[in-house]
């Protein structure tokens, strides 16, 4: 019985250590600023106006995939489009995303 009761306060002596090490030891985050939070809002209308410029069939597939979080089976059912066309569609619809982003950060 002290053996067990030894062993479980030997393992928890061990967790709480770990714990503790991994807290002193962790990176420290740095607060966020105004310029930050600027930053952010202007990285979230360049967002936003690229997925705007999106022709609508490419749109509707980004948004399904990315907001909605849908799998590409489950788009190309909702669309009733083939699977094919799903990954084509995103595809074409990520690079366009991608280049206006980078063209105007």
């Known amino acids: 019985m002290f053996a067990i009761a030894y062993n479980m306060l030997k393992n928890e002596y061990r967790r709480r250590m ?3 090490e991994y807290a002193e030891n962790a990176p420290k985050e740095e607060p966020v600023t ?3 939070h600027l930053e952010q809002e202007q990285r979230d209308r ?3 106006d690229a997925i705007g410029r999106l022709p609508e069939p490419q749109k509707v597939v980004f948004l399904l995939r990315y907001e909605e ?4 089976t489950e788009i190309a059912r909702v669309c009733n489009i083939p699977e ?7 595809f074409t619809a990520l690079t366009a995303v991608r280049n206006y982003c980078k063209n105007n950060e």
């Open 46 to 48: 360049i967002l936003s």
């Open 69 to 72: 979080e849908l799998p590409l």
């Open 84 to 90: 094919g066309t799903v990954k084509s569609r995103l």
């Open 18 to 20: 770990t714990v503790m």
């Open 34 to 36: 105004d310029t930050d």
